[in-house]
């Protein structure tokens, strides 16, 4: 009953390397989102997509950038992976207009050394 | 900027009381309303969307909306100690942000103790 796929539950990579979060959804979901999650900061969006080879930046792009090549697949790509990278990556997607809400993936949990 | 607001809490409540949480939000455009729980190292889960002024409950759930006043509220009855969590509230954008994003708060933190 998975829906929202993410690749990697933990990921360690070290610092300068580029790192690939991938998401799948099997729900036809035409808008798909990547979140980071932090203590004390929420969730913030970093990028959102509305349509295959669509994307728009949300509040905290820089540093990342991502992919949509398919409509079930979303790719979020450190370039140069840094220690504040660190986090909980959250994927998520619904149908548009989002009417019922997001459905989230597993997460993955990120550490850079 | 659109703005959701929880109280950060710890709400600590004991078990079988009612647990209220409550969150305002500025954007009066906004057309649709979500709680999402999230457990400690698990990713957001949907448990109760409202749309319209009122009640809507969902077995112990029940979601509450005033537009008027902006604000959405939860409340947990008969809470148990599997409803420690954290809890988000969320709405949806209104035109000025195309309908498909959802503003989330930073969440309020339930603990049930027994």
């Known amino acids: 009953d998975v829906k929202v796929t993410q690749s990697s539950r933990y990921l360690v990579k070290r610092t300068g390397e580029k790192v690939f979060l991938e998401c799948v959804q099997d729900?036809?979901?035409?808008?798909m989102f990547w979140y980071r999650q932090d203590p004390g900061l929420g969730l913030r969006l970093i990028y959102f997509?509305?349509?295959?080879?669509?994307?728009e930046k949300g509040d905290i792009p820089e540093g990342y950038s991502v992919s949509r090549e398919k409509k079930e697949r979303f790719s979020l790509i450190l370039e140069s992976a840094s220690t504040n990278q660190t986090s909980m990556y959250l994927c998520a997607s619904s149908s548009s207009p989002t009417s019922y809400g997001y459905t989230f993936g597993s997460g993955t949990r990120l550490t850079v050394v | 900027q659109k703005e959701v607001e929880q109280n950060s809490g710890p709400l600590s409540v004991p078990e079988g009381a009612i647990a209220s949480l409550n969150c305002t939000y500025s954007?009066?455009?906004?057309?649709?309303f979500f709680w999402y729980r999230q457990y400690s190292g698990k990713s957001p889960e949907l448990i109760m969307f409202i749309y319209s002024n009122g009640d809507k409950e969902d077995g112990r759930f029940t979601a509450q909306l005033n537009k008027a006043s902006q604000y959405v509220s939860l409340l947990i009855r008969d809470s148990q100690p599997s409803d420690s969590a954290t809890y988000l509230c969320?709405?949806?954008?209104?035109?000025?942000?195309?309908?498909?994003?959802?503003?989330f708060g930073a969440g309020t933190r339930l603990a049930v103790h027994p």
């Open positions: 997509s509305y349509d295959v080879k669509m994307k």
């Open positions: 954007d009066r455009g906004s057309q649709s």
């Open positions: 969320a709405t949806r954008a209104g035109v000025s942000g195309g309908y498909n994003k959802l503003i």
């Open positions: 729900m036809d979901h035409e808008n």
